[in-house]
C-alpha cells in the first residue's frame, strides 16, 4: 500500500512539475522572440535577422516622440508612487486598528481597483473626470493611476504590518520618545522594506498602465505604452520592440529588487536568522 501510494505522490509531482514547465514555456517564448527582433538591423521582422545593430535604440533616444513619451511616463509614474505609497500607507496603518466586519468592508473597497475590469474602470474615470476638467491633464492621470496603486500598497504594507511587534512602540513610549520619533526610528526603519517594495509595484503599475490612459491623456500625456500602441497602427519598427525590451527589463530588475527586500525584510523579522 505504501508502495503505490509513493508511486502516485511521484507521478503528480512529476506531473506538476511537467505542467508548470509548459506554462513558463508558454509565457516565456513570447519574450524571447521579442528581444532578439529588437537588436535587427532591418526594418522586418523574421528570422534569420540580417544582422544585428543598435539602431532602434538610438532612435528611441534620438526620437522627439520617444523621448517626450519617457518623460511623461516618469512624471506620472514617480508622482503616483509618492501619492499612492503616502496613502496607501496610512489606509494600512488605519486597518491594523480596525476589527471585524469594518475592518473587512474597508480593506474590500481598497483593494476593488484590482478586481474591476480595466475597461469598467477607465470609462467610470472618463466619465468622472471630464465633467470636472480633470481629464486630458496630469493631476487625472496621477490621481487615476494612484486609484490603481492603492491595492498594492495596501496589501502590502498590510501584511508587513502583520508581523510588526506594537510592543516596541509601547517601550519607547514609554522612556519618553515621542509619537513623531517612535514612527521615525521604530516603525519607519522596520517597514522600510515594506515601503519601497510598494513603491516598487506602484512606480511599474503606472508605468505599464495603458487602458485608463488611454481614455483620460490628452495627445500631450501621450505616455510609453501610448506611443507603442500608436507605432503599431502607424509605423510599425523594432523600435516598439525596443522599447518592449526596455519595459521587460525595468520589470525584471523590479523583480530582482523586490526579492531582495522580501529576504531583507524576512531577516529584519528574524524569520531566517
Not at 508548470?20 to 532578439?36: A, D, K, N, Y
Not at 504590518?161 to 522596520?190: D, E, H, K, V, Y
Request: proline share 5%; charged share 10%.
Amino acid at each position: 500500500m505504501s508502495e503505490v501510494r509513493s508511486t502516485f505522490e511521484h507521478v503528480t509531482r512529476f506531473g506538476t512539475r511537467a505542467f508548470c514547465t509548459l506554462g513558463l514555456i508558454f509565457l516565456l517564448v513570447p519574450i524571447i522572440v521579442v528581444i532578439p527582433l529588437s537588436f535587427n538591423e532591418e526594418r522586418f521582422f523574421s528570422y534569420p535577422m540580417p544582422g544585428v545593430s543598435l539602431r532602434w535604440y538610438a532612435g528611441l533616444l534620438t526620437s522627439e516622440a520617444w523621448r517626450n513619451a519617457l518623460a511623461n511616463s516618469l512624471i506620472v509614474a514617480a508622482s503616483t508612487t509618492v501619492a499612492a505609497v503616502a496613502i496607501g500607507g496610512v489606509a494600512a496603518l488605519g486597518l491594523q486598528r480596525l476589527k471585524g466586519r469594518s475592518k473587512a468592508a474597508l480593506t474590500a473597497v481598497l483593494i476593488s481597483p484590482m478586481m474591476i475590469p480595466g475597461v469598467v474602470t477607465a470609462l467610470a474615470l472618463y466619465l468622472s473626470f471630464s465633467p470636472t476638467g480633470i481629464s486630458g491633464t496630469y493631476f487625472g492621470i496621477v490621481l487615476a493611476h494612484v486609484l490603481l496603486g492603492i491595492p498594492f500598497v495596501v496589501i502590502t504594507m498590510t501584511a508587513a504590518l502583520m508581523g510588526f511587534n506594537a510592543n516596541l512602540m509601547r517601550a519607547a513610549q514609554s522612556l519618553g520618545a515621542s509619537q513623531w520619533t517612535c514612527i521615525r526610528r521604530i516603525l519607519l526603519p522596520i517597514m522600510l522594506p515594506a515601503v519601497i517594495s510598494s513603491a516598487l509595484f506602484v512606480f511599474v503599475t503606472s508605468f505599464d498602465e495603458f487602458i485608463v490612459t488611454l481614455f483620460l491623456a490628452s495627445p500631450e500625456q501621450r505616455t510609453l505604452p501610448l506611443q507603442m500602441w500608436t507605432g503599431v497602427h502607424d509605423d510599425v519598427t523594432p523600435a516598439i520592440f525596443a522599447a518592449a525590451t526596455l519595459f521587460i527589463l525595468v520589470s525584471f530588475l523590479m523583480l530582482i529588487c523586490v526579492e531582495a527586500l522580501r529576504r531583507h525584510g524576512r531577516y529584519l523579522s528574524g524569520l531566517d536568522k
